[in-house]
């Protein structure tokens, strides 16, 4: 199974870089596969509304950063989405990075994204859930659209300092606990394969 997350903070090392590195150092202590992208160090153009994904067999017409992220998309099994509420929703970075999923909403597109597991991760500065309320459904709504499953969240509340997860220690060991029950899942569903491998051979045609 590999773990991809995308971090959505133009602040490196800030909370929901913390929080997501976090997971992915857990899920790989039990041998998932992971993999981190900084948004922040990437160029990704906005998507224009053109509606020509797939032209020329390629799933956007731009030529920039994104067409590296369509293949790790497509290849990992889940995705882990890193950002921090503003103005109660993702930031820019996130957002741009989230438009540019109109071409999985292509059938030549949707294979491969449909079931994939999503895990969202979130910090902010204002005290309780309700700031993070819209940007939990809009991820909600997106995964069911795309035909995800939203297997997961980790959302901390009052964490304005860039120093304020690292000394959250119920907030890391949550973290933690997330990249293991990936790692259970992981395990799970290669049991679940091994399972099916004698149902096929005993059908495949001699």
Not at 2 to 16: E, H, I, Q, Y
Not at 74 to 102: E, I, N
Not at 142 to 151: A, D, H, K, P
Request: aromatic content about 8%.
């Amino acid at each position: 199974m590999k773990l991809a997350a995308f971090l959505g903070s133009p602040r490196s090392g800030g909370n929901t870089d913390t929080l997501a590195v976090r997971v992915l150092e857990s899920a790989k202590a039990s041998s998932v596969e992971t993999e981190i992208v900084a948004l922040r160090s990437l160029t990704i153009k906005p998507c224009n509304g053109c509606e020509r994904c797939w032209g020329n067999d390629r799933p956007c017409i731009f030529t920039d950063d994104m067409t590296v992220l369509y293949e790790l998309i497509a290849r990992a099994d889940v995705l882990l989405f890193a950002t921090p509420v503003w103005w109660y929703g993702p930031s820019t970075l996130m957002k741009a990075f989230l438009d540019r999923f109109v071409p999985f909403n292509m059938p030549q597109g949707r294979p491969l994204i449909k079931g994939k597991d999503a895990v969202l991760v979130t910090a902010y500065e204002e005290e309780g859930p309700e700031a993070a309320e819209p940007l939990i459904r809009m991820f909600e709504l997106s995964f069911r659209y795309l035909g995800m499953r939203f297997i997961d969240r980790l959302v901390v509340d009052g964490t304005g300092p860039k120093g304020a997860v690292p000394a959250n220690s119920r907030a890391l060991e949550r973290a933690a606990e997330i990249g293991r029950a990936i790692a259970r899942r992981s395990g799970a569903v290669h049991a679940q394969a091994e399972a099916r491998e004698p149902e096929r051979a005993a059908e495949d045609p001699q």
